[in-house]
């Protein structure tokens, strides 16, 4: 009997052992959950104000610090919501820039981190416009040519007929 009350209360002691620590460990990874949350959130803060600033720079004219405002942006948070946003706003300091190649650059990489959003469709017809004032007309015609034959919106895929279009009219008053 007395054999039986020891296994029993070793048993109990570990039973209750168990239950402790396992709760213990139960909380401690609810509280890193919970801490994993604040540290994303509070990131995601501190993108949204760089992203303003980068906005205020752009207001006031002062391109070359929103663009490097912008780059940080896209350096140190890396998969933020506000993301696309950002690159918008790069490709718009460009343009007033005149940095047309940088703008063909960005473009893309917009289209090509959402390719199939409408504003990802109309980032890769902007690029295309940006490598027709280069004078790159041969990416350009890959391009315009691309979206014709694989976009499902056909406004976009209207106004890449239409810049197509152009092209030649402009090719073929070269060539006379």
């Not at 039986?4 to 609810?30: A, E, H, P, R």
């Amino acid at each position: 009997m007395r054999q039986n009350s020891k296994q029993w209360l070793g048993f109990s002691f570990g039973l209750l052992f168990l239950i402790f620590f396992g709760t213990g460990s139960f909380l401690s990874l609810q509280a890193e959950r919970s801490t994993q949350t604040v540290f994303a959130k509070e990131r995601d803060k501190q993108g949204d104000l760089l992203f303003q600033k980068a906005k205020e720079f752009l207001e006031d004219r002062n391109h070359y610090q929103s663009v490097e405002t912008c780059k940080s942006f896209l350096i140190l948070y890396p998969g933020h919501p506000k993301t696309r946003e950002v690159r918008k706003t790069l490709s718009a300091n460009y343009r007033m820039t005149g940095d047309i190649l940088a703008l063909a650059e960005n473009e893309l990489k917009i289209y090509k981190e959402y390719p199939n959003t409408e504003e990802g469709l109309e980032s890769y017809l902007i690029s295309g416009k940006a490598y027709v004032r280069m004078g790159r007309e041969d990416k350009a015609y890959q391009i315009f040519q691309d979206i014709i034959k694989n976009t499902y919106s056909s406004k976009i895929a209207q106004e890449a007929e239409l810049e197509l279009t152009q092209m030649e009219i402009l090719g073929e008053s070269k060539n006379k």
